[in-house]
């Protein structure tokens, strides 16, 4: 899959495609069902498929000072979409200049003139210009004008809920990954490179890969049962600590893994670690020994859930 961004017009054969157009972070049942109809839609018409999204999230751009609210990165949906058979992703720079097209100057200048675009696929939630002035009726009506067709997807429904990134974050944030997993179809993962940190965890034999939080959101803190995934494609069952160690001082944010039955150097690597089950809250611990008996009865847990 190719990745393009809008500071210049797409390739002669990507252009004419079919464009599912959103900001499909996570990537959840609602997001497959709007890229799923792009790529159908492409394969049946001969033409190339592209996801195009926004980075940052226009939230970020907005409300600077908003909490972290972030599902993916990037290189996450990058994968994601290209596993849905996806062409090419085109990443809009969500800037000053693009926040203040007029609906009209981004069907022309964007979608017309950078992706020449042949079909847009959209949720029907979908908002576009200064303002958010456009909306799917809009698109269409843009469409009919510019040369392009437009189609609006229904809504996806879970156990009588429309599934929303919304509804992800707040399973996230009430310690119930598997509830966010079934409206993703995957779990819930953070990615990025292993950072040196004090050693502490090899004091009380549990080496850890310790882990910015970066930009995603930020999960109910506590110890879970995890999976990572090692560039190389191995998969390695594990126990995490996900918060500010009340244990230790000073507390630093942190998601620290360690993984059952391994013991190679993963320091600068990328990671990605998934979150499986929520073993319990954190707890601030008053001696080593307490901490190392919890600590040995959580590995134990996340080991028998991980079967």
């Known amino acids: 899959m190719e990745r393009l961004d809008n500071g210049s017009p797409v390739p002669a054969h990507l252009r004419g495609g079919i464009v599912a157009l959103g900001n499909f972070d996570g990537f959840h049942l609602g997001h497959q069902a709007v890229i799923g109809r792009a790529v159908e839609r492409a394969r049946a018409e001969g033409r190339p498929a592209i996801v195009a999204t926004f980075d940052p999230h226009p939230k970020r751009y907005f409300q600077p000072r908003s909490g972290h609210f972030r599902l993916t990165t990037l290189d996450q949906r990058a994968r994601l979409f290209a596993e849905a058979g996806v062409d090419a992703m085109l990443v809009f720079h969500f800037d000053a200049a693009l926040a203040g097209l007029s609906a009209r100057e981004f069907a022309e200048r964007q979608l017309v003139e950078i992706l020449g675009?042949?079909?847009?696929?959209?949720?029907?939630?979908?908002?576009?210009?200064?303002?958010?002035?456009?909306?799917?009726?809009?698109?269409?009506?843009?469409?009919?004008?510019?040369?392009?067709?437009?189609?609006?997807?229904?809504p996806v429904t879970l156990d009588g809920e429309t599934v929303s990134s919304s509804r992800i974050r707040d399973y996230l944030r009430a310690g119930d990954p598997r509830g966010a997993a079934k409206l993703l179809t995957r779990?819930?993962?953070?990615?990025?490179?292993?950072?040196?940190?004090?050693?502490?965890?090899?004091?009380?034999?549990?080496?850890?890969?310790?882990?910015?939080?970066?930009?995603?959101?930020?999960?109910?803190?506590?110890?879970?049962?995890?999976?990572?995934?090692?560039?190389?494609?191995?998969?390695?069952?594990?126990?995490?600590?996900?918060?500010?160690?009340?244990?230790?001082?000073?507390?630093?944010?942190?998601?620290?893994?360690?993984?059952?039955?391994?013991?190679?150097?993963?320091?600068?690597?990328?990671?990605?670690?998934?979150?499986?089950?929520?073993?319990?809250?954190?707890?601030?611990?008053?001696?080593?020994?307490?901490?190392?008996?919890?600590?040995?009865?959580?590995?134990?847990?996340?080991?028998?859930?991980?079967?």
């Open 117 to 154: 675009v042949g079909g847009v696929v959209t949720g029907g939630d979908f908002t576009f210009g200064k303002g958010r002035e456009g909306d799917v009726a809009m698109l269409a009506e843009l469409g009919g004008a510019l040369g392009y067709s437009a189609e609006v997807v229904a």
């Open 187 to 307: 779990p819930f993962a953070i990615e990025g490179p292993v950072q040196h940190g004090a050693k502490l965890g090899r004091e009380l034999s549990y080496p850890t890969a310790n882990m910015s939080l970066a930009n995603y959101l930020r999960p109910a803190y506590g110890i879970y049962a995890v999976r990572g995934r090692l560039a190389d494609g191995r998969v390695l069952n594990g126990v995490a600590n996900l918060g500010i160690r009340p244990s230790f001082d000073p507390p630093e944010e942190l998601l620290e893994s360690f993984f059952f039955d391994f013991d190679d150097d993963l320091y600068d690597q990328v990671l990605e670690v998934s979150l499986i089950d929520y073993l319990r809250p954190e707890a601030k611990f008053d001696s080593m020994d307490a901490l190392k008996v919890q600590m040995d009865a959580d590995a134990a847990k996340a080991r028998a859930l991980l079967r």
